[in-house]
């Protein structure tokens, strides 16, 4: 089949963050500083990015302030054409970095945020002082008038919070909220137990979101992720693997998803070794679960999929062992038991330490 | 609330929301917030009459000379257009 050209890419500039949340999205494989593209490489990524189509760049990491080429980089994206959003905890984003964002053409920022209060916030973030740090930020965002992006990442210890989350939103003025519950890959997979909200919480969270979005209509929009471990249906991950969107690890790796470093049989290659349209077009692991043919049942039978196809890989690989397996979350799979097993296990389980990411301490060996 | 234009009001796009030209598919592309939405013959007229001075009322005018609708016809539609963007807050207005 031939795929159509990416519309999104997310470029992890670097794994380097100041916090620590015990669900980040990152491989449990953390790159230190030495494996990072350097600033040209990077350049030419999102030259060659949007030559292929792609519109949209997400500038994230770890924590891309980290990298103290942030402006040069956000300079070089602007100038190949790309919508360029700054995924960012806060952390390392000074009025004056900010000025120069915005002055070579930053169009938006997306700010995460682990809790509503410094107690809770700090506690998640594994970051003391954090909280603090970002609301300052958030005051510049707002007072100079970026595009903002709020984005509240949820599981239990917040949850109940959700009120409070989205009235801070609109303090803040944001145009968004993005109420993300965790999903399970990376960090968060090791922390699942603790992190799995309950039923309640759940049916709960759907309620407030939906009345809120409704109350205001006109003054922020919401993007609400429900933790799909609760869902009939899996979520169509990437909106189809290899079909929308591609992730560039602080590397150079190129990624169908940022969690498929997980699925240990497939090759990825580099934008050191290949070119982005090589590697989109034509590499084995982005033509590996393009379109359904490759669907196993129920999926080849089912009507929806064209709409889900067939879910997440990473979470098939984590949950069932094989990436080819349709989604457990979805209640027609042979293996749905494994996703009811394990809220069943989350549920019973005491409250216990966090396990917060960090880095390795001695560098990774390059191969 | 309501999120319909009134005849006064003049529409725009806020900062962060632009439209190119999609050079590599063609046609014109609406970019957003983590968003990007190709736009339709219909899309693009509208709006490419939103400029933030021109009230909603002129708009509606316009495009029912230009491909000669009535424009009772047409105000619905552009209103859901609009309104579905507003929603999302690609589009603001000046009262
Ligand atoms: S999720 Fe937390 S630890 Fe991971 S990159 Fe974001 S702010 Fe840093
Ligand atoms: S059977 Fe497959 S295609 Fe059908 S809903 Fe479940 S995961 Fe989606």
Redesign the interface.
């Known amino acids: 089949m031939t795929a159509p050209p990416p519309i999104a890419m997310l470029a992890e500039l670097t794994h380097r963050c100041p916090l620590a949340c015990p669900y980040c999205s990152n491989p449990t494989d953390l790159l230190t500083r030495d494996h990072e593209l350097d600033t040209e490489t990077w350049a030419d990524v999102f030259r060659q990015a949007a030559e292929m189509g792609v519109l949209q760049l997400h500038i994230s990491g770890g924590e891309p302030a980290s990298r103290p080429d942030l402006v040069e980089l956000t300079q070089a994206a602007a100038e190949a054409g790309l919508y360029t959003n700054l995924i960012t905890s806060g952390v390392g984003l000074t009025p004056k970095r900010l000025d120069a964002l915005e002055q070579v053409g930053l169009d938006h920022i997306q700010l995460s945020l682990q809790g509503t209060t410094a107690d809770l916030a700090d506690w998640i973030g594994g970051y003391k002082g954090g909280f603090d740090r970002k609301m300052k930020v958030a005051t510049e965002i707002k007072n100079r008038g970026i595009p903002l992006t709020l984005n509240a990442v949820m599981h239990r210890h917040n949850l109940d919070d959700l009120e409070r989350t989205i009235e801070m939103a609109v303090d803040l003025g944001a145009r968004r909220l993005e109420v993300a519950c965790v999903q399970f890959h990376g960090w968060a997979e090791t922390n699942r137990d603790q992190l799995l909200p309950t039923l309640e919480q759940t049916k709960e969270a759907k309620r407030i979101v939906s009345e809120a979005e409704n109350r205001l209509r006109g003054t922020m929009a919401f993007d609400f992720v429900p933790p799909d471990y609760y869902s009939d249906f899996p979520k169509a991950c990437m909106g189809g693997w290899g079909s929308t969107g591609l992730n560039v690890t602080p590397d150079g790796t190129v990624l169908p998803c940022h969690a498929a470093e997980s699925i240990p049989h497939l090759k990825f290659d580099n934008v050191r070794d290949r070119t982005l349209s090589e590697i989109w077009y034509k590499s084995e692991a982005f033509n590996a679960y393009r379109g359904t043919d490759w669907l196993p049942d129920p999926c080849q039978s089912c009507d929806r999929k064209e709409i889900d196809f067939g879910g997440c890989r990473c979470q098939a690989l984590a949950l069932v062992g094989d990436a080819s397996a349709t989604d457990p979350v979805c209640h027609k799979s042979p293996h749905h038991q494994k996703v009811v097993q394990a809220l069943e296990a989350a549920m019973n389980t005491p409250e216990q330490d966090l396990v917060y990411r960090k880095l390795p301490t001695v560098s990774k060996q390059v191969v | 609330?309501t999120?319909k234009l009134l005849a006064g009001d003049r529409p725009f796009l806020?900062?962060?929301?632009r439209i190119?030209d999609?050079?590599?598919?063609g046609g014109k592309?609406l970019?957003a917030?983590?968003?990007?939405v190709a736009l339709d013959a219909i899309g693009e007229a509208i709006l490419s009459r939103v400029d933030g001075e021109t009230r909603f009322d002129a708009l509606i005018a316009d495009l029912a000379a230009t491909y000669d609708a009535p424009a009772e016809q047409i105000t619905g539609d552009v209103q859901t257009f609009l309104v579905g963007l507003?929603?999302?807050?690609f589009l603001a207005v000046h009262a």
Do not use: F, Q, S, Y
């Open positions: 609330m999120l806020p900062r962060g929301v190119i999609d050079r590599v598919r592309v970019l917030p983590e968003k990007a507003r929603a999302r807050m």
